[in-house]
């Protein structure tokens, strides 16, 4: 069996933060105002299964950007992070989470991937779900308008909070075109890029060993 990327998928991904950026600031404020008047959208509040979930796909990101073709996720992995960030701040203690403990929980989360991943674990309808989950945070969020400030004043902090608290928290796709194989794959060509950087990589290789058994 040999790998295969499936370029259809790719190209979704990239034209839909094409499309993204070209929103402008006064529709998507427009659409925020009519949503909340009209109820679609209630009061949301931190949720630490919603950050597991978070953190894991932005790890599941940051693994498949090893790739060079997968650069079009960039953006998605920062969404992600941050509502990873989002829904592990506990108002009540008013903790801030820095830049350091994303990181941190992220390379956590790699590592207990890779180790599933080693084991045999199927992570494909997790990655297809982490895809289609951060595309439609990217339809209700533009990342490139969130720009960490030290201008940044508490309004402008809260309104920010409640915007990404209030953003979807799973995917809204329940039918899919792709076969799950396909992102199976995708899981596959990532972990194999990811394994084989220069850099030191923990596990790297049980990691080439798990894909060459998995393709003998």
């Not at 894991?56 to 090893?66: F, G, K, N, Q």
């Not at 997790?126 to 030290?150: L, P």
Request: net charge negative; proline share 2%.
């Amino acid at each position: 069996m040999e790998f295969r990327c499936d370029l259809s998928v790719y190209f979704v991904y990239t034209l839909t933060f094409i499309y993204l950026h070209t929103l402008s600031k006064s529709m998507k404020k427009i659409l925020s105002i009519v949503l909340l008047l009209v109820g679609f959208v209630s009061p949301s509040y931190a949720d630490k299964e919603v950050a597991d979930r978070a953190i894991r796909c932005s790890a599941l990101i940051y693994i498949e950007l090893t790739r060079p073709e997968m650069v079009g996720l960039t953006a998605g992995e920062t969404l992600m992070n941050r509502i990873y960030a989002y829904h592990m701040i506990d108002d009540d203690k008013e903790m801030e989470m820095t830049n350091g403990q994303i990181t941190s929980a992220q390379t956590d989360a790699i590592t207990q991937l890779t180790q599933e991943y080693i084991k045999g674990t199927n992570l494909a309808q997790e990655y297809r779900g982490c895809i289609y989950w951060m595309t439609d945070v990217a339809k209700y969020i533009n990342i490139s308008e969130y720009v960490v400030s030290e201008d940044n004043t508490e309004e402008s902090e809260a309104n920010e909070m409640a915007l990404f608290l209030s953003a979807p928290t799973m995917t809204s796709i329940t039918t899919f075109k792709n076969p799950i194989k396909t992102w199976e794959q995708q899981v596959d060509l990532g972990f194999v890029a990811w394994a084989s950087q220069e850099l030191k990589v923990p596990y790297k290789e049980a990691i080439l060993l798990k894909v060459s058994e998995k393709f003998e």
